[in-house]
């Protein structure tokens, strides 16, 4: 709680995942505190956590990884959940390749209730990336991909590269 009073102070965006995943009614204390905006993170897997969490008012956020979550049927339901009951979604990945990052922004420019500052520097922070042509993050912003599905080509060379024999 003290950690919270203070970071509400700085004005800070939003503390994310402050407890244990599974705390969920320690969340939901420190937003009854209401000094700092909480973003629950680790504590959503599945639709059923993010109902939980909507329903324990534990968050003002939900951050949603598509490889968290499973892929983009679990995240969509997550985005439905969270749109329904006015909870802020963020998108994005702390370490990712560029193929995922790819799937995560088009989840992300797909709804207009999703955050539009998302997590997409997993490329990054990779020595290497799968992709033919990965992400060029150096000016700060990220443009939908063109072409066939997620619009990133694998690389032949990297994947060969990065498989363990």
């Given amino acids: ?6 970071l ?3 004005d800070i965006e939003h ?3 402050p407890v244990a995943a599974e705390n969920v009614p320690a969340m939901a204390r ?7 905006s909480i973003l629950a993170d680790e504590s959503v897997h599945t639709a059923e956590d993010a109902v939980r969490i909507v329903r324990a008012n534990a968050a003002d956020g939900i ?15 997550i985005v439905d959940i969270a749109q329904g009951a006015g909870v802020k979604l963020i998108i994005g990945n702390g370490i990712c390749s560029s193929i995922e990052a790819a799937g995560e922004l088009q989840l992300a420019c797909a ?5 539009p500052v998302a997590e ?13 042509k990965p992400f060029d993050l150096s000016g700060g912003r990220i443009f939908l991909t063109e072409g066939i599905g997620l619009g990133v080509e694998l690389s032949e060379q ?5 498989s363990i024999p």
């Fill in 1 to 6: 709680m003290v950690v919270a009073r203070a």
């Fill in 8 to 10: 509400g102070a700085l």
């Fill in 15 to 17: 503390f994310e995942q």
């Fill in 30 to 36: 420190l937003m009854q505190l209401g000094a700092v």
């Fill in 63 to 77: 951050k949603v990884k598509i490889s968290k979550v499973g892929g983009f049927i679990e995240a969509r339901k």
């Fill in 111 to 115: 709804y207009p209730h999703i955050y």
């Fill in 120 to 132: 997409m520097v997993g490329p990054a922070k990779l020595a290497g990336d799968l992709a033919q």
């Fill in 158 to 162: 990297r994947l060969k590269e990065f």
